[in-house]
């Protein structure tokens, strides 16, 4: 029986003999149902129309497809001595793409910002021997393949090696996952924000919604959440969840700009 991937937002759902009848992600006021109507794609029919490519982005190897699929995201690949961790995740894992990503050490992890980003989780943990996928507990009813592998963290913070940290920031979802790596951007430290904190065109600030395909705001409560989920840590880089998408340096500072500036748009009277 094929694997099925919804073709609106790249969720892998599991085997059946016919597609799912929904998807509930993007029924969701979060995201949307494509216009044409719920289509679906068999993990076969993805892999002849699309193939995963590798660049660098910002100094990190990253993993796409294209031609551009789904919400066009891309995954980063985090290099430690033990191996990689995957920041965010793609709907697909070719045979190519899983030995480009050995060749550089192997996965030893996979975290996810939120549901949005969850792509072909199980099979990219089932490449390298179940690497575990660390999702927030928070967000465990929005799995659409449910696998053995995925560990649903629970709190505020998930430390991943000395250097890597998982941070719950909420925004989009209530279990919504920042990352924060201090060895990033030379040893300046890095923050992994996914659309959580989406960079903008300038590439030089960020800025919050509830939903961006539907236009829903955050709530001023919500931001100051986010805002003090990152005070504590030093970063000089963000990297966003898009090809470019990357606040090269003076990061923090942005971050810190862009939530007085939507505070101030939304409690001005």
């Not at 982005?57 to 995954?75: N, W």
């Not at 894992?93 to 996810?112: M, P």
């Not at 960079?199 to 959440?225: C, E, H, K, Q, W």
Request: one cysteine or more; charged letters at 25%.
């Amino acid at each position: 029986m094929p694997l099925w991937t919804c073709e609106q937002c790249g969720a892998q759902f599991p085997e059946s003999d016919a597609p799912p009848s929904a998807c509930r992600i993007c029924e969701d006021e979060r995201q949307f149902v494509n216009w044409k109507g719920q289509r679906w794609l068999t993990r076969e029919e993805l892999a002849k129309s699309h193939k995963v490519v590798w660049r660098d982005d910002l100094g990190i190897p990253g993993l796409g497809l294209e031609p551009s699929f789904a919400i066009g995201q891309r995954a980063l690949l985090l290099r430690e001595a033990d191996g990689c961790v995957m920041w965010d995740c793609i709907p697909l894992a070719t045979d190519e793409a899983v030995s480009y990503v050995r060749s550089l050490g192997g996965l030893k992890a996979i975290a996810v910002s939120h549901p949005h980003f969850y792509g072909a989780v199980a099979d990219w943990s089932a490449a390298f021997g179940g690497a575990p996928v660390y999702l927030h507990a928070d967000d465990r009813q929005w799995i659409t393949r449910p696998h053995s592998s995925i560990v649903s963290w629970t709190g505020e913070s998930r430390q991943l090696s000395d250097d890597i940290v998982l941070l719950r920031a909420g925004v989009h979802f209530e279990g919504g996952t920042i990352l924060h790596w201090r060895k990033g951007a030379e040893g300046k430290g890095a923050l992994f924000t996914g659309d959580i904190a989406a960079v903008g065109m300038d590439r030089r600030t960020v800025s919050f919604m509830r939903s961006f395909p539907n236009y829903i705001p955050l709530s001023a409560a919500d931001l100051r959440r986010i805002d003090d989920v990152v005070a504590p840590f030093a970063f000089d880089r963000i990297h966003g969840g898009w090809w470019g998408r990357n606040i090269p340096e003076n990061a923090k500072a942005g971050f810190d700009f862009s939530v007085r500036r939507y505070l101030a748009a939304i409690t001005s009277a």
